[in-house]
């Protein structure tokens, strides 16, 4: 007989410097939702979920299980932190899609739009491939931040003006393997930088 696993630690000792804003089942419930919404409102054709780099892998993982249609994934690793809390306003791809997305209905899936300007970025690089649509999936959005209006097709949570980590977002490479959304306190933000 096999004995039973011993529940894992946490990867992070969350109640050390990070609060708990989002629980894994409320994210689990909301990423359902979104792929439902999704799967309502896709017009047929090929389907290209569009994974945003790093932050996005957990999220996208989720919301590709919660879409019952053929689809596609595909991942661009976009950068604008550097290791900040704040962003730089310099985007780089750090790695590009591996097919073409000419024809495609192509739904970008984002971990956070804060300000607005990587999905803006992103937009008028993506339209030059002559996709047949781009619709934007944001699990999380700043609202008191956008300095370039986005219009978010399937948004999961809004969230207030805080630097926010886990579930594939980071701080310096660090928290995304947590399982919730948190708040970084920021003396650890001082600390880990
Ligand atoms: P924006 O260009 O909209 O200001 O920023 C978008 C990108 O910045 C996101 O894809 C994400 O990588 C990063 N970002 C923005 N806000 C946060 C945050 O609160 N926490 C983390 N970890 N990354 C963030």
Partial sequence: MIPAAAPLPLPEAPARDVE???SAEEIARRVRELGQEITAAHPGGELVLLSVLKGSFIFAADLARAIPLPLRIDFLGLSSYGG????????????????????????????????????????????????????????????????????????GFVIPDRFVVGYGLDFDERYRNLPFVGVLDPGAAGRVG
């Fill in 20 to 22: 708990v804003l989002l």
């Fill in 84 to 155: 900040k809390t704040e962003t730089t306003g310099v985007v780089q791809i750090t790695s590009d899609l591996t097919r073409p997305i000419e024809g495609a209905h192509v739904v970008i899936v984002e971990d956070i739009i804060d300000t607005g300007l990587t999905m803006a970025y992103l937009l008028d690089n993506l339209a030059t491939r002559r996709p047949a649509s781009v619709k934007i999936c944001a699990l999380l959005e700043k609202p008191g931040r956008s300095r370039l209006p986005i219009a978010i097709d399937h948004r």
